[in-house]
């Protein structure tokens, strides 16, 4: 028996529960532009900002901007509440700032 081809999506916000297509499809279809936008439109980035590095992302990625990765580590570091999986990941670009779970 053929298994469905269904692929199960992670969530990109975890505090609200919100897909990456979710939060692509909000900024496609409202050419949003920042993050408290998308955070009004789908709730995405409303809690502990913990994905807001990955919001900036998927904004630059739609209107076709590369921010440096420094610059977005930078940006946002120091306001992550909770740096969860991208512990690692900040505690790399940004080792002065203190890595909580
Ligand atoms: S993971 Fe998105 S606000 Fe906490």
Request: glycine content about 4%; hydrophobic content about 30%.
């Amino acid at each position: 028996m053929k298994k469905p081809d269904i692929e199960i999506e992670e969530n990109i916000c975890q505090c609200y529960q919100v897909s990456e297509s979710t939060i692509r499809s909000c900024i496609a279809a409202k050419n949003l532009k920042t993050v408290e936008e998308v955070t009004q439109a789908c709730e995405a980035g409303g809690g502990c900002h913990s994905c807001h590095i990955l919001i900036d992302l998927f904004i630059d990625e739609y209107h076709k901007k590369s921010t440096p990765m420094e610059t977005l580590v930078h940006e946002h570091a120091d306001k992550v509440k909770k740096r969860g999986i991208l512990g690692r990941f900040f505690k790399k670009f940004k080792p002065d700032v203190p890595v909580t779970k």
